[in-house]
């Protein structure tokens, strides 16, 4: 971890503007970087990229925003929620997740109705994370989906947040 604060600084500097690289791989792994760095500076550098027509950019840029944490980045992970790619609608949810915020909870709770089983497993899965009691009457509900995964994660979920 680079404890410096303007060593930090010029490090997020740099790994932003090689997020408009021409190269998808090299945006990509400066999107993956500025996650592992953690810092909410990158936060609006990221965003930006949300809607790269590089999958594997847009999915790196999400998992980055997961695991930097901030609620800045909630607007924009929202609308992702909708894509026409399951594995981005996924990773959504799963940042989402990770962010943690109650606010999230009415979008990933329609997500448990996504016809992808990946997104719903998801969505179940990041609903426990937040841990908010509203989602349990959807929860109780996603219990008969079709798909076994998705039940497990729902059952998880709802355990979750009994616990706590």
């Known amino acids: 971890m680079i404890k410096d604060i303007n ?13 408009e690289d021409v190269k998808p791989e090299v945006r990509s792994k400066s999107a993956e ?4 760095i953690g810092n909410v500076g990158a936060v609006t550098a990221l965003v930006n990229l949300l809607f790269d027509e590089e999958n594997k950019v847009r999915l790196s840029v ?18 992702v ?15 989402l997740g990770k962010i943690g915020s109650q606010q999230v909870v009415s979008y990933l709770t329609h997500s448990l ?3 992808n089983p990946t997104v719903r497993a998801t969505a179940a899965a990041a609903l426990g994370q937040i841990g908010s009691e509203d989602a349990i009457p959807t929860l109780v ?14 059952i998880e979920a709802i355990g979750k947040i009994g616990a706590r």
């Open 33 to 36: 970087s500025l996650g592992k």
């Open 62 to 79: 999400i998992r980055a925003l997961g695991e930097i944490g901030s609620q800045a980045a909630i607007p924009q992970l929202v609308k």
């Open 7 to 19: 060593h930090q600084q010029m490090v997020i500097d740099a790994l932003s503007k090689t997020l």
């Open 81 to 95: 929620l909708i894509d026409k790619n399951p594995e981005i609608r996924a990773a959504a949810a799963d940042a």
């Open 141 to 154: 509900n996603a219990l008969t989906d079709k798909d076994d995964t998705v039940r497990s994660n729902v």
């Open 113 to 115: 109705s996504d016809e």
